[in-house]
Every structure is written in C-alpha cells, then in structure tokens.
C-alpha cells in the first residue's frame, strides 16, 4: 500500500474498488488484523488499534465476510452462526467446561439469536444441512448472517455479489440495504459488480497498485479519467437507474 488513506463515518456506506491485484482485500486484512501494519496506523471508533490482535478488533465490533466463502463447511448452518458470536460470550473457560447454568443460559440465548439470524436471511430450512450443501448464493447469506450475529459496528464486505447473476445481485442489493438500516451500521464494501456498488455506496474508493486513484460519490467515479482507464472501461451498465 502506498499512502493509503481511509476515512468512513459512523453509518456511512462505503465502496472500495479497483482491479484485481489493486490492494483491496489487503485493506481489510490489515483493518481485521489478518496483516501486521509496517507503517500508519488504524482508528476504529476513536481508538489506536494498529497492533491489535484479530480477536480483540473483533470483540471491539468489527465483523466480516470473505472473497472467498470461509465457512465451518462440514458443520449445519445454525451451527455456523452460532461461532459468529464466540467473541461475545460473557463467561469463563472453567464455566464452559463444567456446563455451568451461567454457560448454558448464554449459549440458550445465542442459539436464540442464530436462529433468528437465519430466519432474518430465509435460511430457516438449512439449519441443519452442512453448510457445503446450501447453494452458492446461500452460502454468501449464512456468511453474512454470522457476521451480523457478533453485533458489529462495522461490517466489511469482501465482494458478496461474487458469482451472483443479475437477479441475485438485485436481492442482495435490497438485502445490504435492509441490514444497514435495521441494524444500524456502517459497511465498506468491495465489489467488482459496479450496479452494486452505484446503487449502493455513498462514496467510492479507488485503488490501483495499492494507491488511490480517485475518490468521490460514484456516479463522479464513473467518469473519471483514471479510474476508466485503470478499471471500468466503457461498461453502459454503470449507467441505469438505482435499483
């Protein structure tokens, strides 16, 4: 990365583009602590977390989904949310290893809660099946729904229209929409799908060979000079109406 610089305000949604081997994935994997930081560093809700270990930026409210899918495949989908919130549980190893009824009222009430989680994405019927026999679509929302289980503040998309056909993409267009509202967050989303990403973000990022290139709300992006030649081209489907 090369004098990178990032601002997002509470409740803001933020796109990060550019083309593939541009730097984005790395942002959000030193944002998450997946990276050590060489140089600069990272505010989150007004707090210096550059050295911060993964689980601790976690348990601080930060939460997100992968390019590719990285869930517990061999485990059922309820399953699967319920780790979502592993961060947050509020009792004690020795409490975990007798059952204690503090434990077992915990794990109750998450349980609770991943079960509302896959009603909230229509994944009720897949509480049981392994997560590597739900379609791919389905796979992309149990990934958001045990992100969202953690309660975070922020929620870092990495590509979630991946692999999505035109019908699907409008759905999840809808559905980040929905969740942003419902629960109040501020998202950073990258995405190669650029319908999403208009009828989406508030202002966009753009990287090329880890530097920014542009920055701006993205109907400006879409013009711009650099960015065309780094990445868009001449694509006429940037330019239809929100969804």
């Known amino acids: 990365m090369s004098n990178f610089s990032l601002v997002v305000g509470p409740g803001e949604l933020v796109g990060l583009i550019g083309p593939n081997g541009a730097g984005k994935t790395t942002v959000f994997n030193l944002l998450t602590g997946v990276f050590r930081v060489s140089q600069g560093r990272i ?8 050295r911060w270990p993964s689980n601790r930026i976690t348990a601080a409210g930060m939460a997100r989904t992968f390019q590719n899918i990285r869930l517990f495949k061999d485990l059922s989908a309820l399953d699967n949310v319920r780790l ?11 409490g975990a290893l007798a059952r204690s009824p503090a434990c077992r009222r915990e794990e109750a009430r998450w349980t609770g809660l991943a079960w509302d989680f896959l009603a909230r994405f229509g994944l009720t019927r897949y509480a049981h099946t392994p997560a590597r026999h739900l379609p791919y679509g389905e796979q992309r929302r149990l990934e958001m729904a045990r992100a969202l289980i953690g309660e975070p503040r922020l929620l870092l998309l990495d590509e979630p229209a991946a692999g999505m056909n035109q019908a699907e993409a409008e759905g999840l267009i809808h559905l980040i929409r929905d969740i942003k509202d419902e629960f109040g967050l501020t998202i950073v989303l990258i995405e190669h799908q650029m319908r999403v990403v208009v009828n989406l973000c508030q202002q966009v990022t753009v990287l090329d060979f880890g530097a920014i290139i542009a920055a701006g ?6 013009n711009h000079p650099a ?3 780094a990445y868009l081209g001449n694509d006429s489907a940037l330019l239809e109406e929100d969804a």
């Open 43 to 50: 505010f989150f809700a007004g707090e210096d977390i550059t």
């Open 84 to 94: 979502g919130a592993f961060a947050r549980h509020d009792y004690s190893l020795w």
């Open 217 to 222: 709300p993205p109907r400006e992006i879409q």
């Open 227 to 229: 960015v065309i030649e």
